[in-house]
């Protein structure tokens, strides 16, 4: 039990930092590539901070662990939602960028409610199980195709930082290659220990992957959030925060489905869809009401974690 402990946590610094190196070595390859800043800010490093749910998620559909794929991406934007925003929040308020309140959140909903619509076949289709299916996966990634589309009306607009290339192509290759190895070893190494965890405690996998699985591929979007909070730039943590759950749903749920075959799940997890949705839904209200979260709305979010989280604790005894 011990040893798994310790390979999970060094698989997640792994997993973690292998990110950061690919985001590095691959942003630093497109800007030789004469690639636009803004492109690469709202794609690759974008994808950099959804790839370690990317690869547990992957990994877990080819070792035949749906549980995982759904509770690791629901988990996700729970945790990203009221734990991280809620944390930001607290420290400062996060003013809400038009766009982010017109069009991104909403777009967060819709793919949020997409997502349940697709996955809830026996609630709402009179089906055996529920699952996300090939074609389901398709139509999640057409969804996604939308949203990459607007990320290139972005680009025309001109709206997002610069990336400064800090190293040589020969150097940057190498790092998109290294960091491409340890996302994937690193999320190997996740899924087998977290099931082994699992296994060892009694718990559904479902549980590890909303709680262990879900808080520590988190970890990038908290890390991120919480220094551009403290540096005065919470625009980027509210734009890391709906972007990243965007990709978690529309690429790490879409493109396994796709490209892998059918993801059914165990066990039920429509209550977490449905807490998904309404903490989404919630993050809306709050941001058009008052083009900002403030502390308050930070604390209600961190009330919602604590509830939520007693609530998956309390069911496994």
Do not use: W
Not at 31 to 44: E, F, M, S
Not at 192 to 207: K, M
């Amino acid at each position: 039990m011990l040893l798994q402990i310790i390979i999970m946590l060094v698989s997640f610094v792994v997993l973690i930092k292998g990110a950061d190196v690919f985001v590095e070595g691959a942003s630093g390859t497109a800007k030789h590539l004469k690639v636009p800043d803004i492109l690469i800010g709202l794609t690759i490093v974008a994808f950099g901070t959804s790839a370690p749910e990317a690869a547990v998620s992957i990994k877990a559909v080819l070792a035949n662990n749906s549980d995982m794929v759904l509770g690791n991406i629901i988990g996700s934007n729970i945790l990203n939602i009221v734990l991280i925003l809620g944390i930001c929040s607290v420290i400062a308020p996060i003013e809400v960028k038009d766009n982010t309140i017109k069009k991104e959140i909403p777009f967060l909903i819709l793919v949020s409610i997409l997502l349940g619509v697709l996955m809830l076949d026996v609630s709402l289709g009179g089906a055996t199980r529920d699952m996300i299916s090939r074609s389901d996966g398709i139509i999640i990634l057409l969804f996604f195709s939308i949203f990459i589309y607007y990320l290139f009306s972005l680009a025309s607009s001109g709206e997002a930082e610069e990336i400064e290339v800090k190293y040589s192509l020969g150097r940057c290759l190498c790092y998109t290659v290294l960091g491409l190895v340890a996302i994937i070893l690193g999320g190997n190494f996740v899924v087998d220990s977290a099931t082994n965890i699992a296994t060892y405690l009694g718990v559904s996998q479902t549980f590890i992957s909303l709680t262990i699985v879900a808080l520590g591929t988190s970890l990038p979007e908290l890390v991120t959030s919480i220094i551009s909070a403290r540096k005065g730039k919470q625009d980027l943590a509210m734009g890391n925060i709906v972007g990243s759950n965007i990709f978690n749903i529309c690429f790490v749920a879409g493109f396994p489905a796709t490209f892998l075959g059918n993801i059914i799940p165990n066990t039920s997890i429509a209550l977490d869809l449905i807490v998904m949705i309404v903490v989404t839904i919630l993050l809306y209200i709050f941001c058009f009401t008052k083009k900002c979260l403030s502390k308050v709305e930070g604390i209600v979010f961190l009330i919602c974690f604590i509830i939520y989280y007693a609530y998956l604790i309390i069911a496994q005894l």
